[in-house]
Nanobody
């Protein structure tokens, strides 16, 4: 079993920065995909930034140039650096991973519990 623990959310003023971190615990053999999603009140959950093994990194148009996703397979962590934050970035942010627990095992998806990001003056 894999657990994801997120940290780094909070209240920030417009134009400020936050760094979200997600630590994955468990016996992970490999990562097929890692991503950050967000869900604002009354809206559907949307992809913020993510990468699939062997492919490039995708960013939502609304965060391109402001957010950066990064990760460490050795430490089983994935982070989201968020700069120039706007009130529209206010949402609950979720960490997502798709992992394999063994070399021939099927890929399994896991979600973090979510961390609140509020951008307000």
């Amino acid at each position: 079993q894999v657990q994801l623990v997120e940290s780094g959310g909070g209240l920030v003023q417009p134009g400020g920065s936050l760094r979200l971190s997600c630590a994955a615990s468990g016996s992970i053999f490999s990562f097929d995909a890692v991503a950050w999603y967000r869900q604002a009140p009354g809206k559907q959950r949307e992809l913020v930034a993510g990468t699939i093994e062997g492919a490039g990194i995708n960013y939502a148009d609304s965060v391109k140039g402001r957010f950066t996703i990064s990760g460490s397979s050795a430490k089983n962590t994935v982070s989201l650096q968020m700069n120039s934050l706007k009130p529209d970035d206010t949402a609950v942010y979720y960490c997502y991973v798709k992992v394999r627990l063994a070399s021939l095992a099927p890929a399994i998806e896991y979600w973090g519990q979510g961390t609140q990001v509020t951008v307000s003056s």
